[in-house]
């Protein structure tokens, strides 16, 4: 199947830069979801919903199934997840925990690659989609980079007088490399599976909860 792009808010892309550091990047971070709210959300929620009229009864009821299966692998994250390690250092993992991580991402696999198959369906269609929102999405992609460059600037400026201070005490300190940025910028290229499996009828404020909830 030929790979198609799909301009979808993914569930996985975004919450590097939604979810970053709070004391680094805490303004854009509520600035991101704010603009993905007002401007990302509806439009993806609308071309999804317009993708369900391809779609057969089956293949409704499929997609219905496999969102029920990574519903159950969120609350089986839940209940076996590790307690939290000392800083700087990773969790400790039960030989249980272990078997049960392996098989989630067994079963995500399964959920994914039937998600696929759906996709490999209606490759014309999801093509047909991300014509539709070309302009939109290069609009994201302007405005998401003029965010992300202008927390830079306020980052080096902090930075910058973080250093001073320092040198003026005589002490020296490391800071991290600004090139990279966030991560997840590139929220505009997700799969077509994670197109399937988006749910419209949740809001992005159940998303960012979700994220979040991940996150712990």
């Known amino acids: 199947m030929k790979k198609v792009i ?16 709070k004391r680094e990047r805490r303004g854009m971070s509520e600035e991101v979801k704010n603009y993905i709210k007002e401007n990302v959300w509806p439009v993806v929620s609308e071309q999804r919903q317009k993708f369900d009229s391809y779609l057969s009864t089956d293949e409704k009821a499929e997609i219905e199934a496999l969102r029920a299966r990574i519903e159950k ?3 089986e994250r ?18 249980a925990q272990r078997e049960q991580m ?5 079963e995500m696999k399964r959920i994914m690659y039937s998600a696929f198959q759906i996709a490999e369906n209606h490759e014309s269609e999801l093509s047909s989609l991300m014509s539709e929102s070309k302009d939109d999405r290069e609009k994201w992609r302007k405005d ?3 965010m992300k460059e202008a927390k830079r600037e306020e980052m080096k400026s902090s930075e ?9 005490k005589g ?3 490391h800071h991290g490399k600004m090139g990279h940025g966030p991560r997840g910028m590139n929220i505009m290229h997700p799969s077509e599976e994670m197109f399937i499996l988006f749910d419209y009828n949740k809001s992005a404020d159940d998303f960012f909860k979700e994220m979040e909830e991940h996150r712990k």
């Open 6 to 21: 799909i301009p979808f808010i993914a569930v996985i892309l975004v919450s590097g830069l939604v979810f970053a550091q």
């Open 73 to 75: 692998l969120k609350e």
């Open 78 to 95: 839940k209940a076996n997840r590790p307690q939290k390690a000392e800083k700087g250092k990773r969790p400790e993992l039960t030989e």
């Open 102 to 106: 392996h098989a989630s991402r067994k």
């Open 144 to 146: 998401l980079s003029a």
């Open 160 to 168: 910058k007088g973080e250093k001073e201070n320092k040198g003026r």
């Open 171 to 173: 002490r020296k300190h």
